[in-house]
T-cell receptor, first 111, second 115 residues
Framework: RKEVEQDPGPFNVPEGATVAFNCTYS??????FFWYRQDCRKEPKLLMS???SGNEDGRFTAQLNRASQYISLLIRDSKLSDSATYLC????????????FGQGTTLQVKP | GAGVSQSPSNKVTEKGKDVELRCDPI?????LYWYRQSLGQGLEFLIY????????KSGLPSDRFSAERTGGSVSTLTIQRTQQEDSAVYLC?????????????FGPGTRLTVL
């Protein structure tokens, strides 16, 4: 079983749609959770950290369910520019900063 | 300010040759990480540095892979006797410290193709 699992998609949605991505992680000791965005042939960039209480940044909402070891990302009012691969990321062993990446979920927003 | 830079951006080599990949982190970042991303795959951790030391080399795929960091700054990843399965994008990231709460900033990567 992979340490971080995501549905690779692709998710094809029209502009303005709401779309949700899910991710599960295997290590119950994980403490830090993130969503990174990666555009085609570019490097990953941090989209947002995920906090236990859930957090929102504009059109983006991230949720964490520790009991189920489940992380989600909700994108409202999708824009064409949201088209990218979204990587679910979990920290590795403590005091290393090592990150464990999911395979990524591809989103394509169409006009 | 300047971000993480990597060189070369692309490298094509023949099977059996050695290659050296370079990473220049953001100034002042003490932690440096190497990952690789194979086609259609997620990022795979290789090694990290805190200063010049590498406490965790567990991600290096084989003893053909090695990395060093000098002066707490530039790092090189060396692959000896390259194989076709080494073909991937090699990404370097740096952060202020090794805490997982520190954002990692990635460089543009080196695309390695082994023929």
């Amino acid at each position: 079983r992979k340490e971080v699992e995501q549905d690779p998609g692709p998710f094809n949605v029209p502009e303005g749609a709401t779309v949700a991505f899910n991710c599960t992680y295997s290590n119950s000791a994980s403490q830090s959770f993130f969503w990174y965005r990666q555009d085609c042939r570019k490097e990953p960039k941090l989209l947002m950290s995920v906090y236990s209480s859930g957090n929102e940044d504009g059109r983006f909402t991230a949720q964490l369910n520790r009991a189920s070891q489940y992380i989600s990302l909700l994108i409202r009012d999708s824009k064409l520019s949201d088209s990218a691969t979204y990587l679910c990321v979990v920290n590795g062993p403590s005091n290393t900063g090592k990150l464990i990446f999911g395979q990524g979920t591809t989103l394509q927003v169409k006009p | 300010g300047a971000g993480v830079s990597q060189s070369p951006s692309n490298k094509v080599t023949e099977k059996g040759k050695d290659v050296e990949l370079r990473c220049d982190p953001i100034s002042g970042h003490t932690a440096l990480y190497w990952y690789r991303q194979s086609l259609g795959q997620g990022l795979e951790f290789l090694i990290y540095f805190q200063g010049n030391s590498a406490p965790d080399k567990s991600g290096l795929p084989s003893d053909r892979f090695s990395a060093e960091r000098t002066g707490g700054s530039v790092s090189t990843l060396t692959i000896q006797r390259t194989q076709q399965e080494d073909s991937a994008v090699y990404l370097c990231a740096s952060s202020r410290g090794i805490s997982s709460y520190n954002e990692q900033f990635f460089g543009p990567g080196t695309r390695l193709t082994v023929l």
